[in-house]
């Protein structure tokens, strides 16, 4: 779905040994709110080349390869996914359906713990939601 939104290439995060891993990029999109992802991104973009850190980072430290900012002039730019951009978000989600295909599951809330579950599973799913409305599912 990335390569549809514009990526030009795509990488599992969790197989750094991939044969399809750039060398180098021009812009990472570090969108986990994991460290290591952006410790990841920073390894991977382009001298001068730019990271943005859009997953929420947990409060407190994380651990990244910091330096690589100043050795390898790299930018750093931090987004916050709703702020402004939610109308914007709104209207593409509106414009284009394919975005539909992001959610894999949609779960009543009684039935959260198969909801946590499922999204655990990357081969499964990309996106659960949970429905605060629904019925709960049927035994």
């Not at 795509?10 to 812009?27: F, K, N, Q, S, Y």
């Not at 330096?67 to 284009?96: K, P, Q, T």
Request: include cysteine; charge should be negative.
């Amino acid at each position: 779905y990335a390569r549809a939104a514009g990526a030009d290439t795509l990488v599992r995060a969790d197989d750094p040994d991939d044969a399809g891993w750039p060398v180098e990029v021009d812009t990472a999109v570090e969108a986990s709110g994991v460290a290591a992802g952006l410790d990841t991104c920073l390894r991977l973009v382009r001298r001068g080349g730019v990271v943005v850190q859009l997953g929420m980072l947990p409060p407190g430290q994380s651990p990244f390869a910091g330096n690589l900012l100043v050795s390898r002039e790299i930018e750093l730019r931090g987004a916050f996914r709703f702020d402004g951009e939610f109308d914007d978000a709104l209207r593409l989600l509106a414009a284009e359906p394919a975005f539909d295909a992001l959610v894999s599951a949609v779960v009543p809330v009684r039935d959260a713990a198969s909801a946590f579950e499922l999204a655990a599973d990357r081969s499964r799913s990309c996106k659960v939601l949970l429905d605060f409305g629904a019925a709960p599912a049927a035994v």
